[in-house]
């Protein structure tokens, strides 16, 4: 296991022990994995995406930030999964 590996999880061990949990589950590594810079910054983005693709359906040109309005992800939307007969 690497190193931010192996802090990621002794800091959810710490947060869980904190609020007297005797096991180690996702909403604790979650939680110490928001601790980290690179993750609040995903989430950021994330939530930057969700907001566009509500506001405009993802039809506004690509910024080269995220990836859900390119032509590409467009044309993948808009095809239908019913078969033609």
């Given at each position: ?37 690179r ?40 095809t239908?999964?019913t078969?033609?007969?």
């Amino acid at each position: 296991m690497s190193h931010p590996a192996r802090r990621l999880v002794a800091d959810a061990v710490s947060y869980a022990a904190e609020h007297g949990s005797t096991d180690l589950n996702t909403k604790h590594l979650l939680r110490a994995a928001l601790q980290y810079e690179r993750t609040t910054e995903l989430r950021d983005r994330i939530g930057e995406l969700c907001r566009r693709i509500e506001t405009d359906g993802g039809t506004e040109p690509d910024d080269g930030r995220t990836t859900a309005a390119s032509p590409t992800h467009r044309a993948a939307r808009s095809t239908s999964a019913t078969p033609s007969s």
